[in-house]
């Protein structure tokens, strides 16, 4: 990425970051320098590629003022380049800690992006967006975030679904619970937002 490719509004966020001392979270690639031995390692070792078919875990660490929030905002970056999930979470001791596991994957779950929804601003749950995303791809073979589907729409996803051996059964009739929303049919709209808002804990750990 370069100058050249970040509208306007994403540069005026940057700017405005920079100036309070925060690194930007979007358009890192465009000025971000010194880490270009890093970054040709990762890409070496075929990172982003490989991760879906085994989990990788890398530690980074630096002192304060170091980049390493800048590193994973570009790496970040880099994910979304090769269609990758990415999520953001800062361990605190008062929300997320590291000795409260469920908690942190209730929030990594609460800030799943993917590369088309990230760009997204509207009150939805990220998650709810990735899910909506996921209809729409293996319904329709596209990433837009569609408002209703067909029942045919709703059969080839779920055949699609459940030929994935790599996802747990629960998961998939919990995904298919929440695509069924979508149906025209369905519900009225006050069901419908209840039905999803109960999925979506149910994601997180909080069902």
Known sequence: MNLDQISQSVA??????????IPPEKGIQAYSVGNEKLIKGIIRQSFFTSIKD???????SG??????????????DMAFENNCLVSNV????????????????SAIIRNLNTPTSRDINDN???LGLFLRESFSYFSKGNHSNYDSFSHEDYNRARQILMAN??????FKKI??????????ESLDPATQDQTRGEILQWFSGEG
């Not at 085994?54 to 980074?60: L, N, W």
């Not at 361990?91 to 994957?105: G, I, M, P, W, Y």
């Open 12 to 21: 005026i966020q940057m700017v405005e970051s920079l100036k309070h001392g």
């Open 54 to 60: 085994i989990g990788r875990i890398r530690f980074i």
């Open 63 to 76: 002192s304060w003022g170091a980049g390493k929030t800048h590193l994973f905002r570009l790496l970040g």
């Open 90 to 105: 800062q361990l605190s001791s008062d929300d997320a800690c590291l000795n409260k596991f469920e908690r942190v994957f």
């Open 124 to 126: 939805s749950s990220s």
């Open 165 to 170: 051996e790599s996802i747990d059964i629960d």
């Open 175 to 184: 995904i298919q619970k929440y695509w069924s929303t979508f149906l025209s």
